[in-house]
């Protein structure tokens, strides 16, 4: 037994030792320019043409006359920082007169851009934790992950922009630079509006809120301070952002009036609900209980079914609603429970992102994708986790894949109870309970754990 017992931990340090072990420089390069050569051959496979087809007309726009009225001229759902990428694309592609087909290549650059700094980013939390070798190797994997590429190169969208900006905020957080994940942050909201799912978690990690231990008079003024800056931070975002695309809506008109002082409250009030407006605007498109999304829903047969309509008591929204509040509260629980793990951090985001998907009515097919890169760094503690990633991953490229095929065939939606849609929604409607029952065992874990020692 003790030499049994002495060799797992000469093999235990041998694979500590390895993974602690750098890259080669030559293989790190060798090996990055692959990975770029193949994105930018993925790249020029045709995009669903419905989504560029606005893209590029948006881009042209802004090339030709600028932001003022592009909002008013286009129906456009998103917020306006992806808004000055397609401005630069515009520009550049006036300035060299590149045709329509380089033109639209150049717009998928950005997001392929985006997955291959979330690449890095995996690469980069791996080496703070002594796992090099590990972290290149899923940051390689991320790269190249069915699901991703085909949201970016194929596909021709940009949902790993703030996927990107989101994990860049909790490792911002994780290495206690609370104003850089303020703008990281932001300038994610700022581009979808998804992005918000995680303010729960934001909250946390900012203030901590929840540890009142040793809480002292200078704490508290610094919790102050810094909140102040945080909000300064959020509302500079909000206004140089929006500022060039801003139009008077509704409220303005509504509301204004000849005195100077009641005009600019008026102002005021329709500039701070311009964004949430365009994001209530987007929402009431698809009042669905799915939209191609391969989720609960399309189990119980939501496809193109109204949300408001009734499923068993409530409605489909209102169902939706208190699951997703469900495992926002389960998620809640867990980080605080593990607040000083780092793999807590990132599984509660995927969970987060994961249970929305599967859970809130209105979401389409693409909205799986953050939770892939957050599901992908869980792996640097515990590789078990490659499961769980091989099927979410799994999920999410069929999801967008057959949609995609059908786009070429003149068909936007799916059947109800789609055959090809239903296993796929099944897998992710049981990938979601299995994080939520690792969750709860953990939580209980953790408080046996505490009984024994007395606490």
């Known amino acids: 037994m003790g030499k049994a017992n002495e060799k797992k931990k000469v093999k235990k ?36 043409q419905i989504d560029m087809n606005g893209y590029y007309a948006w881009s042209r726009y802004l090339a030709e006359l600028g932001p003022k009225g592009l909002y008013e001229t286009f129906h456009i759902v998103y917020a306006p920082l992806y808004m000055y990428l397609l401005w630069i694309t515009g520009i550049i592609a006036k300035i060299f007169s590149l045709n329509a087909g380089t033109h639209v290549y150049l717009i998928k650059l950005w997001a392929v851009a985006s997955d291959l700094a979330g690449a890095y980013l995996i690469y980069k939390i791996g080496r703070k934790y002594e796992k090099e070798r590990l972290a290149f190797a899923l940051g390689i994997f991320y790269a190249l992950n069915p699901g991703v590429f085909f949201n970016s190169s194929i596909w021709g969208q940009f949902d790993s922009i703030y996927s990107t900006l989101l994990v860049g905020m909790i490792y911002a957080f994780s290495v206690n630079r609370k104003m850089t994940a303020v703008l990281l942050y932001s300038l994610a909201v700022l581009t979808k509006p998804q992005s918000a799912l995680l303010t729960p978690l934001g909250i946390f990690f900012y203030n901590d809120l929840f540890d009142f231990s040793q809480i002292t008079k200078e704490k508290v003024k610094k919790a102050v301070k810094e909140t102040f800056v945080a909000v300064a931070i959020g509302l500079s975002c909000y206004f140089i952002v929006i500022n060039p695309f801003y139009y008077h809506m509704h409220i303005y008109e509504n509301l204004k009036s000849t005195s100077v002082v009641k005009d600019f409250i008026a102002e005021s009030i329709d500039y701070f609900c311009w964004m949430p407006n365009l994001y209530l605007a987007s929402v009431e498109d698809y009042p669905y209980a799915t939209a191609n999304a391969f989720n609960l829903w399309t189990l119980l047969g939501g496809q193109s079914i109204e949300d408001s309509n009734t499923f068993f008591i409530f409605s489909y929204s209102t169902w939706g609603n208190i699951l997703f509040l469900i495992s926002i509260i389960l998620a809640f629980v867990y980080i605080l429970k593990n607040r000083k793990s780092h793999f807590a951090m990132y599984f509660s985001a995927f969970f987060i992102m994961a249970s929305a998907f599967t859970f809130i009515t209105r979401m389409h097919e693409r909205y799986l994708l953050p939770a892939i890169i957050f599901l992908t760094i869980c792996v640097l503690w515990d590789k078990r986790m490659l499961i769980p990633l091989g099927v979410l991953s799994i999920c999410v490229a ?39 029952v690792l969750m709860v065992r953990d939580i209980i874990a953790g408080k046996k754990r505490r009984r024994n020692r007395g606490l």
């Open 398 to 436: 069929a999801n967008q894949w057959y949609l995609y095929h059908l786009s070429w065939k003149e068909i936007y939606w799916m059947k109800r109870f789609d055959p090809v849609a239903i296993p796929f929604a099944l897998l992710t409607v049981i990938l979601v309970v299995f994080s939520a």
């Open 13 to 48: 340090n041998k694979k500590i030792r390895d993974n602690k072990k750098s890259i080669p420089s030559d293989v790190f390069a060798i090996l990055s320019i692959a990975v770029v050569l193949i994105r930018l051959m993925l790249t020029g496979i045709p995009s669903y």
